[in-house]
Structure formats: C-alpha cells, structure tokens
C-alpha cells in the first residue's frame, strides 16, 4: 500500500447469494484526492460504499484507513463521514446546530463548536449564515451545509454516494465545479460515487469504472477518455461511435477491419491478443471524425455515410449519419466550412487511425 494511503482496499469480495456484488476488487486512493467509482445502476458501487462506511463486511479481503484495518471497526468508529442524495438536514435546527451536531455528540465545548463552525461556513462560502433555517437556503446552498457537516468533523475520508442526483440540472453544473475546489480547499480525500460519466470526469483526479462487482479500469479523466482498456470503457466514457466488422489484418499498432458494407478501415489496437479473423469493434470519437470531400490525408480511413439529421448545440453541435446500417455523429467544425448537410446527402468521414481504438467483439 502507498505510503500516503488514505484507503487502501484489497480483494473485496461481497456475495449475496451465488451473486459477487463486488468482486475482487482492489484500489489505492492517495491522500487528498478526489476519487470517483462510475458506473450503470446495479454494477456494485453502492455496496462497495457501504463496505467502506462499515454498513456492510467484506465476505473476503482487506480495508485499510491511514495504514489501519477497518475490517472489524464499526461505521461510528471509522474515520468516514458519509453524503447521501437526500442530504437530510434537520429541518427544526438552525444551519449551525445542524453543522455543529457531530460535534455536539463528540462532546466538543459549545464555544469551540462555535469557531469550528464559522470556520467551516467560511470554507464553504456561507459566511455568517448559522442562525439561518436550512428550509431557507437554496438548494446549491443546502448542499454546501450537507458537506460542511461533515467537514467540521475532519474526517480522513468523505464517501459521498450521488449526492447531486436530486438536483436540477444548471444547479448539478455549478455544483461539480463547487465539489472539486470544495474538495482542493479542505484536503479531505473524497471518495465519490456516480453513474454520472461528466461529474466523474469533471471532478476527479483519478476514476475508477466499474462494472458488474469489477472494475474495468483506473486512471486519470483524460486517459480514460483518449486509451480506454476496454470496449465498455470506450462505450460508456464521452461520446463513441461503434462500427463493426471483421479483423482482417494485425500489423504493428495497427488492426483492419473489414465492415459490414465491405469497406476496409484502420485504427489502433485497443487491447492485446487481438487477432484476425473475428468479429471486431472500432471505436472513433465524434470530435475526430472530419466532413471532409477533397483528398484523403495519407493513411486516413474513411467511410461513406447518409446524413439523418443536424443536432444543433452551439459549440457541440453534430451531425447524425447513417453508415451501413448504424448510427455515426460527427462532431460539426466551428468555423461554417461543413459540406451540404441536407437530409439523405451522402457524406464522407474520415479519421485519423491513431485517434480509433479496436476491440474484440464482445459476445452479446
């Protein structure tokens, strides 16, 4: 485990049934990070959670909080304070007794709760609102009390389990940009859960993708959007266009895939072992995809397509195509130079190789 470990996790199996909700799974979370598990409802990362808050035990494996084993240390003795979507002030007490609860229950003298609370109100951005009815404040603002009850505890870790779900969503936006220079300012390690790919890519230093009680990769935003590990990666994190095909060719960094409508395409291998002669996916993002009449660029790939229909969204409009038989957005350039782009014109998209990824089919 890391020297400056906050949580260090290793072979959580949790069964329920014959069904491993969380399964083998294993992670590192560095001191002052904000960490995030994605992924689909019912992949495990609420049970997960609740292992890690001490509601739930391991069946197998290991959790360690600062280099101590929390295995047997129940939910009120561990480090950990929890958020949950339904923030759950009370609605009788004012801002600052909900604030200063903890602190209350831990015995801390009422004119040290009182710094400790200005202080954190003053972290948050809501200086001098203690006398206030939290039934009052907005929801952005009920949200930051929530995470101030918390904080004023100096919890090693915060778990925080969907806690913008029930916001609307201009509120959602200000609040993950407010989470992460929340979470910067006090230093707290955040363990954050979501099925919400852009608050995990917004927020977070490092994400873990989970799916079906595993996780299917670990790295920074920026690397799980550019080098997906797998197919289900490339699928759920950002926008992804799937063409299938068959793996004709392996050469180098290089797969060729024959489509379905028999034209032959490039894109880099996604994972080892990949060899022709089966079903294959190519991944390309809609931003690397170029509408495009002239010359092809040396050693591009392209295919021919329909246009369906232009999405309009200022600086993320697209357009959707269709190409033997599936659905392909292409991302529209900024500057007015797309080609006609009238219903049913015919299209050609092309790509760098490098910016595709290639994967083994995955069996239905």
């Excluded at 020297?3 to 799974?25: E, K, P, Q, T, W």
């Excluded at 925080?160 to 940009?177: C, I, S, T, W, Y």
């Excluded at 063409?243 to 032959?264: C, H, K």
């Excluded at 996916?281 to 040396?298: K, V």
Aim: glycine share 10%.
């Amino acid at each position: 485990m890391g020297m400056d470990s906050d949580l260090f996790c290793s072979d959580l199996v949790r069964r329920f049934g014959s069904n491993a909700a969380v399964d083998h799974i294993s992670l590192d979370v560095p001191a002052g990070t904000f960490f995030s598990i994605l992924g689909p409802s019912g992949c495990g990362k609420t049970t997960l959670l609740r292992l890690l808050a001490g509601f739930d035990k391991p069946d197998e494996g290991e959790i360690h909080i600062r280099g101590q084993r929390m295995n047997d240390v129940p939910p009120n003795r561990r480090p950990v304070n929890m958020v949950f979507q339904h923030l759950a002030l009370f609605p009788t007490m004012s801002v600052g007794e909900n604030i200063g609860y903890g602190l209350k229950r831990q015995g801390v003298s009422a004119a040290e709760r009182r710094k400790r609370i200005a202080g954190v109100l003053e972290q948050v951005g809501l200086p001098g609102l203690e006398d206030r009815n939290p039934q009052q404040l907005s929801g952005g603002q009920r949200q930051r009390v929530a995470l101030a009850r918390c904080l004023v505890l100096e919890p090693t870790l915060l778990l925080l389990d969907e806690p913008l779900g029930a916001l609307d969503l201009k509120l959602r936006e200000q609040m993950k940009v407010e989470l992460k220079h929340l979470q910067k300012s006090f230093g707290t390690t955040f363990v954050y859960i979501t099925h919400d790919q852009s608050e995990a890519m917004v927020m977070s230093d490092q994400v873990a993708v989970m799916r079906d009680g595993r996780f299917d990769q670990v790295a920074p935003p920026e690397e799980l959007y550019r080098e997906p590990a797998t197919p289900f990666v490339a699928g759920f994190v950002g926008d992804n266009n799937l063409l299938g095909g068959e793996l004709v060719a392996v050469r180098d960094n290089l797969a060729r895939l024959r489509l379905d409508d028999g034209t032959i395409v490039n894109g880099r291998v996604g994972s080892d072992g990949l060899a022709p002669g089966g079903r294959a996916e190519l991944f390309i993002r809609p931003e690397s995809l170029l509408l495009t009449g002239g010359a092809l660029e040396d050693g591009f790939s392209a295919i021919q397509a329909t246009v369906k229909t232009t999405l309009f969204d200022g600086a993320n409009s697209r357009v959707e195509a269709e190409a033997g038989g599936q659905a392909v957005y292409a991302r529209l350039p900024q500057d007015g130079s797309a080609p006609n782009l009238n219903e049913s014109a015919s299209l050609r998209l092309a790509w760098d190789p490098m910016l595709a990824r290639v994967f083994e089919a995955e069996l239905p």
